[in-house]
């Protein structure tokens, strides 16, 4: 027996400028975002989020590379991971240049 699937939206509230990429990430089936801001206290904007399936990371991974470094342009961004209340949780940090170049061509 088969059952029509739907992308259910969640009612979420996130900082406005940081709504596309927390789409971006959330759009990876292995990847779910836990918390996220568009600008804390070290200028910097920031996304968590948890792995469920390494590809989705993998594959985020990859496409995050070939978007933000190339012949022409080069952003900025850091990944980084902890371990807290039992979970590994990666972080992508990012200054507001990034940002806004992330929410301006990956729309989801």
Do not use: W
């Amino acid at each position: 027996m088969t059952h029509t699937e739907i992308n259910m939206s969640l009612n979420i509230i996130v900082d406005e400028n940081i709504a596309g990429i927390v789409k971006y990430i959330n759009h990876f089936i292995g990847l779910r975002t836990l918390y996220s801001c568009e600008k804390r206290s070290d200028g910097n904007a920031y996304v968590q989020f948890i792995v469920t399936d390494s590809d989705s990371l993998v594959e985020m991974l990859l496409d995050l590379g070939s978007l933000l470094y190339n012949e022409v342009i080069n952003y900025p961004y850091n990944i980084e991971v902890s371990f807290a209340e039992g979970l590994l949780r990666y972080t992508l940090v990012m200054p507001e240049e990034t940002r806004d170049f992330i929410n301006k061509v990956r729309k989801y």
